[in-house]
């Protein structure tokens, strides 16, 4: 809002070189982390249960095929056999029926699983898009203390980053796990149909994967969560840096920018690799293991083929279940890679979303308007013993009391840090008060519901705030149902309808996100007619004239003359000169009032506020 609490970017908890990713020692708890979010996929059981049936079924249906196969092939051999010995052929008709029977079962369990994938898709989306939309939600009634303490691009990370790699983690292991599962249980199946003797040295093998895998796993889990973290501190130092690159290129801060990117860059490159390296091991280790289980399955099959206790075509049948039994294993560790994937993300996106909210809304609020449609507050404030810190150990403001009639004009001065802006935010209620009372028109602020409560107020802010649209959109937010002419008259009234005309496109004028396209002054004055749009009750101006030039000042001060007509008004100002004829101006010290009255009666004091004053006119 105001300079005199804006802290640098850089300085922010968990940002910059010693930022929160560095505190990260050991993995959260993937267990609960799983759990919430089966919770969070809860409205979509059903879809899932159908889903993973059709994959059990595609899989089952898969499992099948080596077996009949088998049999082809070992009719082929017997019946080469009789052909030889001359006591019968082949049966072709019995091959043909088999391969047809074949051909029907792999078809039916492709489309069981594309079914399956289409399924999966749309949920692993709407999952997505669920979180994106708690977060969207979640932002706005999160307390502004919140953003405070953290950097734009760590949350920014959570809505994009996050929730990107649990639906693409999400996506694939679902249905693999399923699918792995069924072949893990079905393979040794099938294989016990054909040799036990076999089937036991194949399997033999499988506690050794499963003590690598674990290993893996467990060690790896750690840095995929850092890797998440260290990610966000990468996002919101570019972000930072392209949104304030004009600053960074003025003050040379190229090499401490390249420096800062390259710390962050280097932890999560380092993590990163670690994390890729260990889940890039499951794989090669366990078919390792499982080829030692083949080599073993080779020469059993081998002495039993010739002792003639197993035909040629469950030999073959068997080789490729044991090849294939290998698959399922080394997916299921994958699949364990990928959860630990989802499960750090996941964790990032539910803490965000278990943040502490605003106070809720009182039960019974207080109309703004009567059933007529009648204004039913005029704007006289109140302020009672009002305490605040932005924390508990640092107060700011110190018992700050004052009663101001509706319609008049108040400034509010005193050098930086005296709490200035910090009394309408509070006014505002976007921070709660740690004592006291504020009322408007004799009710407490808390009363009000805060949409109603900021709907009182109008603002122009010191730091001139538009977005991506055309000029008339940007007018309008002001009064979203103003028509045309409306925002035209608003404009007209702020001294800004001339300058718009001269644009490329008049009102139809696209700004682009940073307004470059216009000056810093024509951005003030936009915010400026905004507020005349508004027509608020009590019009708050924090600094709103600092960017103009003085001729231009002049025409919004007659502006605003007409504006602040029977309207409650704050004026936040370091150029006094500025604000001498408001009724009222409070000095502000160190959080507390320590003059009030109005300009001749304070100079007349010859106090903090004559010192003040006369200090902008001494020579440097």
Not at 61 to 76: M, Q, S, V, W, Y
Not at 273 to 290: A, D, E, H, N
Not at 327 to 347: D, R
């Amino acid at each position: 809002m105001s300079k005199e609490k804006t802290a640098h970017p850089m300085n922010r908890p968990g940002h910059g070189p010693m930022g929160a990713g560095h505190s990260i020692v050991k993995a959260k708890d993937f267990s609960g982390t799983m759990k919430k979010l089966l919770r969070f996929m809860k409205p979509y059981y059903a879809v899932i249960s159908i889903a993973l049936i059709f994959a059990s079924a595609s899989t089952v249906l898969a499992i099948l095929g080596p077996k009949i196969l088998g049999n082809a092939t070992t009719e082929l051999a017997e019946g080469f056999m009789r052909t030889v010995m001359g006591t019968g052929g082949i049966d072709f008709d019995y091959i043909l029926r088999i391969i047809l029977t074949l051909l029907g079962i792999y078809l039916i369990s492709s489309l069981m699983q594309y079914i399956m994938s289409v399924m999966m898709a749309t949920i692993t989306q709407k999952t997505a898009y669920g979180l994106r939309k708690d977060i969207s939600e979640k932002i706005n009634r999160m307390p502004l203390k919140y953003f405070d303490t953290r950097s734009h691009g760590d949350v920014l990370s959570r809505v994009t980053n996050d929730v990107d790699t649990l639906q693409a983690s999400l996506s694939q292991s679902l249905s693999q796990i399923v699918t792995s599962m069924v072949q893990v249980i079905g393979y040794p199946i099938m294989m016990l149909t054909i040799s036990w003797q076999m089937t036991l040295m194949s399997v033999c093998v499988i506690p050794l994967s499963l003590l690598f895998v674990s290993l893996i796993v467990k060690k790896s889990q750690v840095y995929f969560k850092k890797q998440q973290s260290y990610l966000s501190e990468v996002n919101g130092h570019v972000e930072e840096m392209y949104s304030g690159h004009v600053v960074m290129k003025a003050f040379n801060g190229e090499e401490r920018s390249i420096e800062q990117f390259k710390t962050h860059n280097d932890h999560l490159y380092e993590t990163a690799w670690k994390s890729q390296f260990l889940s890039g091991l499951m794989m090669p280790i366990t078919q390792f293991v499982g080829n030692l289980g083949y080599v073993g399955v080779c020469l059993l099959g081998g002495w039993l083929a010739s002792a003639g206790t197993i035909t040629i075509g469950d030999i073959q049948a068997f080789i490729q279940y044991v090849r294939s039994f290998n698959q399922p294993i080394s997916q299921l560790a994958q699949v364990m890679n990928m959860l630990q994937s989802t499960a750090a993300a996941a964790e990032r996106v539910f803490e965000f979303l278990e943040e502490e909210e605003e106070l809720s809304e009182t039960s019974h609020p207080k109309p703004i308007m009567g059933e007529d449609g009648s204004d039913l507050i005029k704007g006289t404030v109140t302020f009672e013993n009002v305490h605040f810190g932005y924390h508990p150990d640092k107060i700011v403001i110190h018992d700050f009391s004052m009663y101001i009639n509706a319609g008049k004009r108040v400034a509010i001065v005193g050098p930086t840090g005296a709490g200035k802006t910090t009394i309408v935010k509070l006014l505002m209620r976007f921070y709660e008060l740690n004592s006291g009372t504020i009322y408007v028109d004799g009710i407490d602020i808390k009363d009000f519901r805060r949409k109603d409560l900021r709907s009182l107020f109008g603002m122009v802010l010191q730091d001139a705030w538009l977005f991506n649209g055309t000029v008339m959109e940007n007018l309008r937010y002001g009064r979203l149902d103003a028509t045309d002419e409306e925002v035209k008259a608003a404009a007209d009234a702020a001294y800004v309808d001339h300058f718009i005309r001269t644009l490329d496109h008049g009102y139809d004028t696209i700004l682009n996100e940073e307004s470059s396209n216009i000056s810093q002054g024509q951005k003030q004055l936009l915010t400026i007619a905004r507020a005349f749009l508004a027509d608020p009750k009590i019009l708050i101006l924090d600094e709103a004239t600092s960017s103009v030039d003085t001729r231009t000042e002049v025409l919004i001060q007659k502006g605003m003359e007409k504006l602040m007509e029977n309207r409650t008004c704050f004026v936040i100002a370091h150029r006094l000169s500025t604000i001498r004829d408001a009724d009222l101006i409070l000095v502000m010290k160190d959080g507390d009032i320590v003059e009030v009255g109005d300009h001749k009666e304070l100079m007349e004091r010859n106090g903090f506020y004559t010192s003040l004053y006369n200090s902008q006119f001494e020579e440097v």
